[in-house]
C-alpha cells in the first residue's frame, strides 16, 4: 500500500531528529550502528491502465507448483474453459509472447504446453487488450505475454532453485541472474511430469441425425489417460557498451512428450424407432509431442534526448508438434465394416524468421512523440498427415486418399507510423499499420491444386485519454485487429478421432476483420483501485467451427460464415486494506450475437464470469492466498458451452534472513473429485450434446531457495546513472515488436 506524502515527510524527519540526536551524544566513528529506517509495503497483484493489464506471478503465492495454465484462470479477462481452451476477452482469437517476443508454436498450442509449463517460470503475465499501431495487427483478442526476466539493480549474482510435489505434477526449477558492469545475463530451466497421477478425463455424447432413420442417434463415451514430460529454458543477454548502445541476445527451448494410456471407446447406434444398429468398443493408444525453439538478437541506439531510439532485432522461431493414435477394434454388433486395426498419424513443422526496425522520436520535452517502424515475417509451416489400416498392427497400410501433404506459405511486409500527445489534461494517441499478406498452400500429393493468394489490411487504432488527476482518468478507444486462419484450420486433411466422427480444415479460409470501440474509467489510489469499461465490437467473416451429417458420419470443419456483433462490461477492483490485506475482483458481462445468412444460422445470448483475489499476511509471517472464480460458458454460431468454476487456497512461510527459503502448501479444487463441463451444438439437421468430468483437484508442497552475492556499485553523478538492470531482453522499449 503507499504510503501518503506527509506520512513519509514525517517518518524522514523523525529519522533525521534521530541522526541529530546521535551526532550529539555519539562520536562520529559510531554512525556504523545506526538501525536502518524499514518500510514495508504490500505489492499489487493486480495492476491495469486501461490498455494493458499486468499479474505479478511473483507476488501471487497461490501460483506456487501449478501449472501456467492454472495461474491463468485468475487473471483478468483471461478465462480458461473445462476443456483447456483460452479466451482473451471472450475471443480465441490472441497472441502469446514471451518477453515481448511472439512464439508461435506457444500460440498454436498454447493450452497442451501450458498446462504442462510450471508457474515458477513466469514472473509476470500482461494482457495487452489494446495493442496499437507497434504490434502486428493479428490477434483480435489482443496479445498474452508472458515475462520471464527477474531484475536486479546491483551487481553480483543471484540464483534460485525450486522443488514441488503434489498430486497434480512434481517438478524441478533453477534460475540463476548475473550482473558486471555493463553485461547482464540470465537463465531460467524448469522440468515437470505428472507420473504420480496421470490427467483423467471421462466424456460421454450424444448426437441426433434428424435425416436419417436407420442411424437416428449414436451414443459414445470415451475414457482418456495420459501423462506428460515438459522441459523448458531461455536465456537472457544484453551488453551496453556505451550509454547510447545496447546489444541483447535471448534463446527460449522448450519440449513436451505426452503418452496417451488407457483410451477406452465404446459407441451405440440406434435407430429413430429405438433398436439397436450397432454396437462396438475400441481400445487406443498414442502419443503428443511438442519441442519449440527460438532465438533472436537485437540492437538498440539511444540518441542525446531521452526516449529518442532507433531499435532492430530479428528472431528465429521453429516447433514441430506430432501426434498419433492407434485404434484397435473389438468385436461388435455389426462391425464387418471396421478395420480391426488402424492408427492416424499428424505432424506439423513451423518455420518463422522475423527481422523489426523501430524509430521513436520524442518531441517538445516529451509533450508529442511520433514512432515508425517496418516488420518482415516470413512463414513456411509443414503438415503431413495420415490414416493407415489393417488385420495386424504390425503391417498397416496407408490410406491413399487420406493422406495429405501440405505447405503453408505466409509471408507479411507491415509498416506502421504512430503519434501521441499530451495537452494539459488530454492525452491522444493514433497509429496506423499497413500489412501485405502473401499466403497459399501447396497440396504435395494428391489432385488438389495449389493455391496463392494475396491480402491488403489497413489498420487504424485511435485513443483519448481525459486525466481527471495523477490517478484517474477515462479513455476512449478505437482499434482494429485481424485474426489470419492457422495451419489446421486449413489443412484438408480429414482427421477420425473416433468412429463416425471426423474433423477436417479448408484451405479457402479468408483473414478476419474485427472493429472495437472502448470506453474505459480507471482510478489507481492509495486504497481502492481499478477501471471499468464497456466495449463494442463487430465482424464480418468470422471464422467459426459447424457440423454437419454425411451418412451416419458427422463432419466438423471451418468456414468464415458468422457476422458477429458483441457488446461487454468489464471491470475488476482492488482494494488494499492494510500492508497486510488485500482482496481483488473481476468480472464481464457479454451480450453476443452471431449470424450466417447464407446457411440460415444464427445464435445469441448473455454470459459472463467473475473472480477474486484475496491475500493475507497472517502472524509469524505466514502468506495466504485464496482465490475462486466461475463462468456461464460462451456462445457459438451453432450452440453453446455452459459454465465452469475453479478454487483454491495456498500457504507460504519463509525462512533465514530475506526469506531466503520458502515453503509453499497449496490445494486446488479440492472439495470434488471431478470437474464438469458440458455444451450442445444444434443445427436443422443435427443436434449433438457433450458432457465431460476431468480430475482437477490438487494438493502440491513446494521448496525454494534463493542466494548469491550483490555488491553496490560505486556511486556516481546523477549524470552517469544507468538502470541498465531493466534492459535485459528489452521487455521495457519493446525491440523487435
Known sequence: MKYSALFLSTALAALSATAQEKK????????????????????????????????????????????????????????????????????????????????????????????????????????????????????????????????????????????????????AGAYGRMKYGNV????????????????????????????????????????????????????????????????????????????????AFQSETFSRAGNIVQEYSQNMNGDLSNIGASGNVGYKHQFNEKGHNLQMAYAFNYGKSGMT??????????????????????????????????YTNPLDGGKHTLEAGLKGIFRRNNANSGEYLGDDPTSLIPVEDNTSVTRQIQDIYAAY?????????????????????????????????????????????????????????????????????????????????????????????????????TLTYSNYGRVFGGNISLDASQANNTIEEYSYFEGNTRFQTYENMGHKQRMALTGFLNANLSNNFSVGVNGTVHYTRITSPANHLSNHGWNGEYGANINYTAPANIKISAYGGHSTGDIHLQGRFYGWYYYGVGFTRGFLKDEALKLTLNTQNFLTKYTHFHGYTRTDSNYLSFRNKSVNWNVSLSISWTFGKLSDQVKKTGGNIKNDDQVAGSKKDGIGL
Open 24 to 171: 550529539d551524544s555519539v562520536p562520529e566513528d559510531d554512525y556504523t550502528n545506526l538501525q536502518e529506517l524499514v518500510i514495508t509495503t504490500q505489492k499489487k497483484v493486480v495492476k491495469s491502465d486501461g490498455a494493458k493489464l499486468t499479474y505479478d506471478m511473483d507476488e501471487d503465492t497461490s501460483s506456487k507448483g501449478q501449472s501456467v495454465l492454472d495461474a491463468l484462470k485468475k487473471v483478468p479477462m483471461v478465462t480458461v474453459d473445462g476443456q483447456d481452451q483460452i479466451r482473451v476477452q471472450g475471443s480465441t482469437g490472441f497472441k502469446i509472447y514471451v518477453n515481448g517476443k511472439e512464439e508461435p508454436m506457444l500460440t498454436a498450442n498454447a493450452a497442451q504446453i501450458l498446462k504442462s509449463m510450471p508457474a515458477e517460470a513466469v514472473s509476470k503475465i500482461e494482457v495487452i487488450t489494446e495493442p496499437g499501431a507497434k504490434y502486428d495487427a493479428e490477434g483480435t483478442g489482443g496479445i498474452i505475454n508472458l515475462i520471464t526476466e527477474r531484475t536486479q539493480r546491483k551487481d553480483g549474482y543471484t540464483a534460485t532453485i525450486s522443488a514441488n510435489l503434489g498430486a497434480a505434477n512434481v517438478g
Open 184 to 263: 547482464t545475463a540470465d537463465a531460467n530451466f524448469n522440468y515437470a511430469n505428472n507420473g504420480l497421477r496421470k490427467q483423467t478425463q471421462y466424456t460421454e455424447q450424444n448426437s441426433y441425425n434428424f435425416e436419417s432413420d436407420e442411424a437416428y442417434h449414436l451414443h459414445s463415451t470415451m475414457k482418456q489417460k495420459f501423462g506428460f514430460d515438459y522441459y523448458g529454458g531461455n536465456v537472457n543477454l544484453s551488453w551496453e557498451p556505451s550509454k547510447t548502445d545496447l546489444f541483447t541476445f535471448a534463446g527460449n527451448v522448450y519440449g513436451i512428450k505426452a503418452g496417451l494410456h488407457n483410451l
Open 325 to 358: 493414435l492407434n485404434y484397435h477394434t473389438l468385436p461388435g454388433l455389426n462391425t464387418d465394416m471396421l478395420p480391426d486395426y488402424s492408427k492416424n498419424s499428424t505432424t506439423d513443422y513451423t518455420r518463422e524468421h522475423t527481422a523489426t526496425v523501430d
Open 417 to 517: 507510423l504512430s503519434y501521441s500527445a499530451t495537452f494539459g489534461k488530454i492525452a491522444v494517441k493514433a497509429g496506423l499499420r499497413y500489412e501485405h499478406t502473401f499466403m497459399g498452400m501447396d497440396f504435395l500429393n494428391g489432385e488438389m491444386p495449389d493455391y496463392r493468394r494475396h491480402l491488403n489490411d489497413v489498420v487504424p487504432n485511435a485513443a483519448l485519454t481525459w486525466m481527471f488527476g495523477p490517478a484517474t482518468n477515462l479513455r476512449l478507444a478505437y482499434q482494429m485487429r485481424i485474426s489470419r486462419p492457422g495451419l489446421s484450420q486449413m489443412n484438408p486433411y480429414r482427421f477420425q478421432i473416433i468412429q463416425n466422427e471426423v474433423r477436417m480444415g479448408n484451405p479457402d479460409l479468408e483473414s478476419e476483420r474485427h472493429n472495437k470501440i
